[in-house]
C-alpha cells in the first residue's frame, strides 16, 4: 500500500493560499491551488475525519454509510460506496472528493473523466496506517495541518493509555468476535484480519487466531468456549436467546458485551477509542 | 417385496451415512469417545463435546435428511405433475416467497428477539413461501390446474417479482445485503431440535401422502385426459398433491434457505434405478434426498474446518455435473420425462 507523500508549497503550514499537493493511493499526484473548502466524502472514515477535524461544515457530500457523527445525516448523500451518483458529485462541485477503502477503480476514472478532483486515501490496517495514510492527508487537504496533528496526537493517548491498562491484565482471556450467527452461519475476524490483530493488542486471545478470513462454525465455537464474546448491537438479543449460543460460557457469565464494530473497522478518528472500548471489555473478564 | 428391499437398504445407507456425518466436524472427537457419548456412557469426557454432538451435530445431520428427503419428493411430485424434467417445487414460487419473507424479517427486525422453534427469519420464511405459493396458483387463475404450464408460468413470473423486491430492499438496507445473501445460499448451522421437530411435523406427513398419491400421480403425469377416463378429478387431485408439496418444502426452506439442485436432481438420480411408479419415487428420492444432503452438509462444514461452505453451494457443484452426465446418458432412451 502506499503512502501519501507530504509535499507542500509553502512554508506555512495551515495556510490557505499555499498550493497543496500529495500522493494518494493509486499513486495519483494531487494537487490544489488552496485549501478544499468544498468535499465530498465517499467513506465513512473520511467522513469521520473531516467533522473531528471540525470542519464538518465544508462536507458538501457523503454516502448512505456515513451515519457519524449524528450531525452527518444532514449532509447530502450521494449514494453508495461503491456506486455514487456521479451527477450529484458533479452539480455539488466540491473542490475535492476523497474516496477511501471500497471505492473501485472505475468510479475512480469515472469521477475523474468527469472533471473531479478525486483522492483516493486509506493506510495500511494499523493505527499508523489511520494516522499516516487518512487522518494527515485529510487535514492537509483542508489547510489545517495542525488539527491533524493535534487528533493524532490524542488518538495516540487514547491508544498509550489503553496499552498501559493492557500491561497490567494479569491473564489472557479468550475472545470470540462475531460477525455474524445463526441462519446464515457463523461469520468471524481470523487470524489474517486487522479485528483480530486489534484484540491481541487489547489484551485477548481470539479463539478463531487460527482461521484466515471469516468462516468459522457453532462447534468451533463452543469448543473454543470463550470467556469474552464480542457482538455487534443488531446481534445482541438474538444471539442471547438462540440456543445453543445461549448455553455458551460467556453469555450465561454476562461476558457477550456490545461492541461498536464501525469504530473498530472504520480508518478514521474512532479507531482509538474502540480499541479503548475493546481493551475495556477484554479487561473487564481479567 | 422388492420395494421393502430397497426402502430397508435406503434405512440402512441413511443410518451409515448419518453416523458418518455425526462422527466429523470441525472439532476432532476421537469415534470411540463419540460412540461413548451416543450410548451414554460419557462420564470424564469433556461437556463440550457432549453439547456439541448432541445439541449441534445430531440435530444438524437429521435436519440435513429431513430437508433433502422433503425438496426431493416434492421434485417428484412437481416433475411428474407438470409433466417437464426440469420442474422442481421451487418453482411453485415457494423459494423466492421464503427468501422474500426473510428479506423482510432481516430488513425490518434486524435485532427482533428469536421466537421458540423456528426463529424470526425461518418463521417469516415459511410465511412468505406459503403467501407467494398461494398468490401464484392465484394467480394462474382457474386453469391453474388443467394446464398445468400456466402454474409454471405464474411461478416464473411471481419468482421474478420477488426476487426484484428482495433487490429493492437491499438497495435501501446495504448494512443487511451479507445477511440476506448468506440466508438464501442456504445453511444447516442453525438447525438445533426445535428446527428436526418442526421439519419432522410437517415434512414427514406431507411426504407420506404424496407417497400415498402415487398412484394418482402416475396417472396424472400420463394427462387429465386418461385421468378423467378413469374416474379421478384430476384438478383436485392435482391441488391437493401441489399444496402438500408446497408445504413440505416450504417447511424444509424455512430452516435451510434456498438449498438448490436436491429437487430438480435426486427423481432424475432414482428414475435411473427403476420404472416411473411414483409411489416408488416418491419413498426412494426421499432416501436419496437425505442421503446426498446429509453427505453434502458433510462436506460443507468439513472441508476447510472450522469454516463452512454454504451447502447450497456444495449441492450446486456436485449436483451440475452430475445432472449434466446423466442426461448424456440417457439421451437414446430420451426418457428424462419419466
Same mark, same amino acid.
Given at each position: 500500500?502506499?503512502?501519501?507523500?507530504?509535499?507542500?508549497?509553502?512554508?506555512?503550514?495551515?495556510? /490557505?493560499?499555499?498550493?497543496?499537493?500529495?500522493?494518494?493511493?493509486?499513486d495519483r499526484e494531487i494537487t490544489l491551488g488552496s485549501a478544499a473548502m468544498t468535499v465530498v466524502s465517499l467513506s465513512p472514515g473520511i467522513t469521520e475525519t473531516v467533522f473531528a477535524l471540525g470542519y464538518g461544515n465544508r462536507l458538501l457530500g457523503r454516502t448512505d454509510y456515513c451515519d457519524y457523527p449524528p450531525e452527518a445525516a444532514s449532509v447530502l448523500s450521494v449514494g453508495s460506496l461503491t456506486e455514487?451518483?456521479?451527477?450529484?458529485?458533479?452539480?455539488?462541485?466540491?473542490?475535492?472528493?476523497?474516496?477511501?477503502?471500497?471505492?473501485?477503480?472505475?468510479?475512480?476514472?469515472?469521477?475523474?473523466?468527469?472533471?473531479?478532483?478525486?483522492? %483516493?486515501?486509506?493506510?495500511?490496517?494499523?493505527?499508523?496506517?489511520?494516522? #499516516?495514510?487518512?487522518?494527515?492527508?485529510?487535514?492537509?487537504?483542508?489547510?489545517?495541518?495542525?488539527?491533524g496533528e493535534a487528533l493524532v496526537a490524542s488518538m495516540e493517548a487514547t491508544v498509550d493509555k489503553a496499552l498501559a491498562a493492557v500491561a497490567g491484565f494479569t491473564r489472557t482471556p479468550s475472545v470470540y468476535y462475531v460477525v455474524g450467527f445463526g441462519e446464515g452461519g457463523d461469520w468471524t475476524a481470523g487470524g489474517n484480519t486487522f479485528i483480530s490483530e486489534m484484540i491481541e493488542m487489547a489484551g485477548g486471545?481470539?479463539?478463531?487466531?487460527?482461521?484466515?478470513?471469516?468462516?468459522?462454525?457453532?462447534?468451533?465455537?463452543?469448543?473454543?468456549?470463550?470467556?469474552?464474546?464480542?457482538?455487534?448491537?443488531?446481534?445482541?438479543?438474538?444471539?442471547?436467546?438462540?440456543? %445453543?449460543?445461549? #448455553?455458551? /460460557?460467556?453469555?450465561?457469565?454476562?461476558?457477550?458485551?456490545?461492541?461498536?464494530?464501525?469504530?473498530?473497522?472504520?480508518?478514521?478518528? /474512532?479507531?482509538?477509542?474502540?480499541?479503548?472500548?475493546?481493551?475495556?471489555?477484554?479487561?473487564?473478564?481479567? | 417385496?422388492?420395494?421393502?428391499?430397497?426402502?430397508?437398504?435406503?434405512?440402512?445407507?441413511?443410518?451409515?451415512?448419518?453416523?458418518?456425518?455425526?462422527?466429523?466436524?470441525?472439532?476432532?472427537?476421537?469415534?470411540?469417545?463419540?460412540?461413548?457419548?451416543?450410548?451414554?456412557?460419557?462420564?470424564?469426557?469433556?461437556?463440550?463435546?457432549?453439547?456439541?454432538? *448432541?445439541?449441534?451435530?445430531?440435530?444438524?445431520?437429521?435436519?440435513?435428511?429431513?430437508?433433502?428427503?422433503?425438496?426431493?419428493?416434492?421434485?417428484?411430485?412437481?416433475?411428474?405433475?407438470?409433466?417437464?424434467?426440469?420442474?422442481?417445487?421451487y418453482l411453485l414460487g415457494i423459494s423466492s416467497g421464503a427468501a422474500l419473507g426473510a428479506t423482510i424479517a432481516i430488513v425490518a427486525a434486524p435485532s427482533f428477539l428469536s421466537a421458540a422453534g423456528l426463529g424470526v427469519i425461518g418463521t417469516a420464511a415459511f410465511l412468505g413461501a406459503m403467501v407467494v405459493t398461494f398468490t401464484v396458483f392465484i394467480a394462474a387463475g382457474k386453469g391453474a390446474f388443467k394446464?398445468?404450464?400456466?402454474?409454471?408460468?405464474?411461478?416464473?413470473?411471481?419468482?421474478?417479482?420477488?426476487?426484484?423486491?428482495?433487490?429493492?430492499?437491499?438497495?435501501?438496507?446495504?448494512?443487511?445485503?451479507?445477511?440476506?445473501?448468506? *440466508?438464501?445460499?442456504?445453511?444447516?448451522?442453525?438447525?438445533?431440535?426445535?428446527?428436526?421437530? *418442526?421439519?419432522?411435523?410437517?415434512?414427514?406427513?406431507?411426504?407420506?401422502?404424496?407417497?400415498?398419491?402415487?398412484?394418482?400421480?402416475?396417472?396424472?403425469?400420463?394427462?387429465?385426459?386418461?385421468?378423467?377416463?378413469?374416474?379421478?378429478?384430476?384438478?383436485?387431485?392435482?391441488?391437493?398433491?401441489?399444496?402438500?408439496?408446497?408445504?413440505?418444502?416450504?417447511?424444509?426452506?424455512?430452516?435451510?434457505?434456498?438449498?438448490?439442485?436436491?429437487?430438480?436432481?435426486?427423481?432424475?438420480?432414482?428414475?435411473?434405478?427403476?420404472?416411473?411408479?411414483?409411489?416408488?419415487?416418491?419413498?426412494?428420492?426421499?432416501?436419496?434426498?437425505?442421503?446426498?444432503?446429509?453427505?453434502?452438509?458433510?462436506?460443507?462444514?468439513?472441508?476447510?474446518?472450522?469454516?463452512?461452505?454454504?451447502?447450497?453451494?456444495?449441492?450446486?457443484?456436485?449436483?451440475?455435473?452430475?445432472?449434466?452426465?446423466?442426461?448424456?446418458?440417457?439421451?437414446?432412451?430420451?426418457?428424462?420425462?419419466?
Open positions: 500500500m502506499v503512502l501519501p507523500a507530504f509535499a507542500r508549497g509553502s512554508d506555512e503550514a495551515g495556510s /490557505r493560499r499555499a498550493a497543496i499537493t500529495l500522493k494518494d493511493n493509486f455514487p451518483d456521479i451527477e450529484t458529485i458533479v452539480a455539488l462541485n466540491p473542490d475535492i472528493v476523497i474516496a477511501s477503502t471500497h471505492f473501485p477503480k472505475e468510479a475512480l476514472d469515472r469521477l475523474v473523466a468527469a472533471g473531479e478532483n478525486v483522492a %483516493v486515501l486509506m493506510g495500511q490496517e494499523s493505527f499508523q496506517g489511520a494516522y #499516516d495514510g487518512v487522518i494527515r492527508p485529510v487535514s492537509l487537504i483542508l489547510g489545517d495541518s495542525e488539527a486471545k481470539n479463539i478463531a487466531a487460527d482461521i484466515s478470513g471469516w468462516s468459522f462454525s457453532l462447534e468451533a465455537i463452543v469448543d473454543g468456549n470463550p470467556d469474552l464474546i464480542l457482538l455487534p448491537g443488531w446481534a445482541e438479543p438474538i444471539f442471547k436467546t438462540t440456543p %445453543v449460543y445461549s #448455553d455458551l /460460557r460467556a453469555v450465561k457469565e454476562g461476558h457477550a458485551i456490545v461492541i461498536d464494530e464501525n469504530a473498530i473497522v472504520r480508518q478514521g478518528p /474512532r479507531l482509538a477509542e474502540g480499541f479503548a472500548d475493546l481493551v475495556n471489555a477484554i479487561g473487564s473478564v481479567n | 417385496m422388492k420395494e421393502r428391499k430397497i426402502s430397508i437398504a435406503g434405512i440402512f445407507v441413511l443410518a451409515a451415512v448419518i453416523l458418518l456425518a455425526v462422527s466429523y466436524g470441525s472439532v476432532r472427537i476421537p469415534l470411540p469417545d463419540i460412540i461413548s457419548i451416543l450410548t451414554g456412557n460419557s462420564e470424564g469426557l469433556p461437556e463440550t463435546w457432549k453439547l456439541i454432538l *448432541w445439541r449441534i451435530r445430531i440435530p444438524r445431520t437429521l435436519a440435513a435428511a429431513l430437508v433433502g428427503g422433503v425438496l426431493a419428493t416434492g421434485g417428484v411430485a412437481t416433475q411428474g405433475l407438470f409433466r417437464n424434467p426440469l420442474s422442481e417445487p394446464l398445468p404450464s400456466t402454474l409454471l408460468l405464474s411461478g416464473i413470473a411471481i419468482a421474478f417479482l420477488c426476487q426484484a423486491v428482495i433487490w429493492l430492499l437491499m438497495t435501501y438496507n446495504r448494512d443487511q445485503v451479507e445477511r440476506i445473501t448468506f *440466508w438464501t445460499l442456504g445453511s444447516l448451522s442453525s438447525a438445533g431440535w426445535s428446527k428436526v421437530l *418442526w421439519l419432522s411435523a410437517i415434512t414427514i406427513p406431507s411426504t407420506i401422502v404424496l407417497a400415498s398419491m402415487g398412484r394418482v400421480i402416475d396417472v396424472l403425469s400420463t394427462g387429465y385426459d386418461s385421468a378423467h377416463g378413469l374416474g379421478l378429478r384430476p384438478q383436485r387431485s392435482a391441488a391437493v398433491i401441489l399444496a402438500f408439496t408446497a408445504l413440505g418444502t416450504a417447511a424444509a426452506v424455512a430452516v435451510s434457505g434456498s438449498i438448490g439442485f436436491i429437487g430438480l436432481m435426486v427423481p432424475h438420480a432414482v428414475r435411473l434405478l427403476g420404472g416411473p411408479s411414483h409411489r416408488k419415487l416418491v419413498i426412494r428420492s426421499w432416501f436419496g434426498g437425505a442421503i446426498l444432503l446429509v453427505l453434502a452438509d458433510l462436506a460443507a462444514r468439513t472441508i476447510n474446518p472450522p469454516g463452512e461452505i454454504p451447502v447450497g453451494i456444495v449441492t450446486a457443484l456436485l449436483g451440475a455435473p452430475f445432472l449434466l452426465i446423466l442426461a448424456r446418458g440417457k439421451k437414446g432412451e430420451g426418457r428424462l420425462d419419466g
